[in-house]
């Protein structure tokens, strides 16, 4: 298919700027999917660090109606640690399944210290039910020696250590945090970046292009010149050849069939002219021979200057001059000399009557 040159040019022009922004679409699409996933793990993050902050605070709320009922004796208390437990338990199950299963868990430090801590809270929890109950089942908590030593047992060996616990994982979840966080910062940098970048590079990427596809341009148009001026110089041997595939092409194809049909014709005519030459050479051997050999004087003289040119043998032996003689002599001298010597010529042709006797001008 032939592309015009128009065609061309209008695609030189918009072909750098489409590969541009193809480059920078798919560029700025991949940056953008790691945007988008890192913006989901920040909500996934904020998410986990939300509940495993509310499952502290209801392991903490888990410890008072226990300590609550031993220093009150209060029966209401029980119905208090029920509620609480409740959503403790809630808050366990929900944290379980943000966790990733345990054969995706890969080589996740983190996230294996998180499922850690997450079987230690567990554990935690069911010891400090287990001695709740106990607690709760003694009628009369206050100034009581065992319920005094179960809820130590419950705060300081289960529950404090079970809080801490989470706020180690609470400050794994920030850490992780910062550090996506600190990704989705980079990915935005790198993102402006690209596009400062792409319009500050934009203007030379085009330039550049324009200026390589204009000198293969003119690389054909000088080809296209240097090969007309050589035929025209004379060479028809001479082809262009230049595969553009558009108007300059057909126009050095049109260039080569001139030559060709030039040099067609320039040999036509020198064989025209050999034709010619051979023929006028061929008329002046006869006309030589007539002028040589017939027995009439000729001379052949200038019509402007009068000076002879040329004589046969004839006229020089009429005349008895030599032939360089005659050639130095005009007819006027002739004419004079003539008169003088003689009063007319031989053969009964008067000079004066007939001054130019088979004469040629």
Not at 267 to 274: A, I
Request: aromatic share 10%; net charge negative; glycine share 4%.
């Amino acid at each position: 298919m032939r592309l015009k040159i128009r065609t061309k040019l209008i695609l030189s022009f918009f072909t750098p700027i489409i590969l541009l922004v193809a480059v920078v679409i798919i560029i700025s699409v991949y940056i953008l999917n790691n945007l988008y996933d890192e913006a989901q793990r920040l909500d996934s993050i904020s998410k986990e660090m939300i509940k495993v902050a509310d499952l502290r605070l209801s392991l903490d709320q888990a410890l008072m109606p226990v300590n609550d009922y031993i220093i009150t004796g209060d029966r209401k208390y029980i119905k208090d640690f029920k509620a609480i437990s409740i959503d403790l338990e809630r808050g366990l199950k929900e944290v379980e399944e943000i966790l990733p299963p345990i054969a995706e868990i890969g080589f996740d430090d983190e996230v294996k210290e998180e499922v850690e801590i997450l079987k230690d809270v567990n554990s935690s929890w069911q010891n400090i039910k287990e001695i709740s109950l106990k607690i709760f089942a003694i009628s009369a908590p206050v100034g009581n020696k065992d319920a005094a030593r179960l809820m130590e047992e419950m705060d300081y060996k289960w529950g404090y250590p079970a809080i801490e616990r989470l706020k180690r994982w609470s400050e794994i979840d920030l850490k992780e945090y910062k550090n996506v966080l600190e990704k989705h910062n980079r990915a935005w940098r790198r993102l402006w970046t690209i596009i400062i970048t792409v319009s500050l590079s934009f203007p030379i990427l085009c330039l550049l292009y324009i200026l390589y596809y204009s000198s293969q341009f003119v690389k054909s148009i000088d080809a296209l010149k240097n090969g007309a001026k050589t035929i025209a110089d004379g060479n028809l041997d001479e082809h262009i050849d230049l595969h553009t595939g558009d108007e300059i092409e057909e126009l050095s194809a049109l260039f080569n069939s001139m030559a060709d049909n030039l040099k067609v014709s320039y040999t036509s005519l020198e064989d025209r002219v050999t034709e010619r030459t051979r023929e006028l050479k061929e008329s002046q051997e006869r006309y030589r021979g007539v002028f040589e050999k017939t027995t009439n004087a000729m001379v052949i003289f200038d019509s402007e200057t009068w000076r002879f040119e040329d004589v046969n043998q004839a006229a020089i032996d009429l005349y008895g001059y030599t032939k360089e003689e005659f050639l130095s002599l005009t007819v006027t001298d002739m004419s004079a000399e003539v008169e003088k010597n003689q009063g007319c010529c031989a053969g009964g042709y008067g000079w004066r009557t007939h001054p130019y006797p088979f004469a040629l001008s």
